[in-house]
T-cell receptor, first 115, second 111 residues
């Protein structure tokens, strides 16, 4: 079946603008994760959804970052008033269930560049 | 908190050489351990995993054994190929579901 998809694949924006990044998980996967990959910080966890609820938001770096998930499927990560340090690849992953033993399947990522 | 330490790269090997990439971890409880691989221009893919002590994960000729006594999960392959050139990430999930990653090790295999 189809894997995790993300859109857009690339996004260039100006400092101070808002951006929305979209993730479509694998059909039937109840858990969804957002991570960020940057040169300086490596791969970092941002937020995790089980269904439409976010039991762990501990990785969101500031209140400019928010995410939602609707219908237990699609998720949107929103960054308000973007800063240059937000430039990174934003990765989405999903797993069939939540739990530490579950395999997370990653999408191709959205490469965000803030000018 | 949880953390993963893996050897600095890049690692450069000739084809058919033996590969070891070291990974050690710090975590409370009994984490699950993973190796993910990122080929050039591609996304992260699970390579193998182990969910309890002494388990061995294996895939595509790669192996790693979950060693609780040494808190390690070293990746090995007996004979690397040029197509194995990629960045390899060791990771764990502790009591939570989120992955904690190491910094990644770039492997370059030459003819």
């Amino acid at each position: 079946g189809a894997g995790v998809s993300q859109s857009p694949s690339n996004k260039v924006t100006e400092k101070g603008k808002d951006v929305e990044l979209r993730c479509d998980p694998i059909s039937g996967h109840t858990a969804l994760y957002w991570y960020r990959q940057s040169l300086g910080q490596g791969l970092e966890f941002l937020i995790y959804f089980q269904g439409n609820s976010a039991p762990d938001k501990s990785g969101l770096p500031s209140d400019r970052f928010s995410a939602e998930r609707t219908g237990g499927s699609v998720s949107t990560l929103t960054i308000q008033r973007t800063q240059q340090e937000d430039s990174a690849v934003y990765l989405c992953a999903s797993s069939l269930r939540s739990g530490p033993q579950e395999t997370q399947y990653f999408g191709p990522g959205t490469r965000l560049l803030v000018l | 908190g949880d953390s993963v330490t893996q050897m600095e790269g890049p690692v450069t090997l000739s084809e058919e050489a033996f590969l070891t990439i070291n990974c050690t971890y710090t975590a409370t409880g009994y984490p699950s351990l993973f190796w993910y691989v990122q080929y050039p221009g591609e996304g992260l893919q699970l390579l193998l995993k182990a969910t309890k002590a002494d388990d061995k994960g294996s895939n595509k000729g790669f192996e790693a054994t979950y060693r609780k006594e040494t808190t390690s999960f070293h990746l090995e392959k007996g004979s690397v190929q040029v197509s194995d050139s990629a960045v390899y990430f060791c990771a764990l999930t502790g009591t939570a579901s989120k992955l904690t990653f190491g910094t990644g090790t770039r492997l370059q295999v030459t003819l």
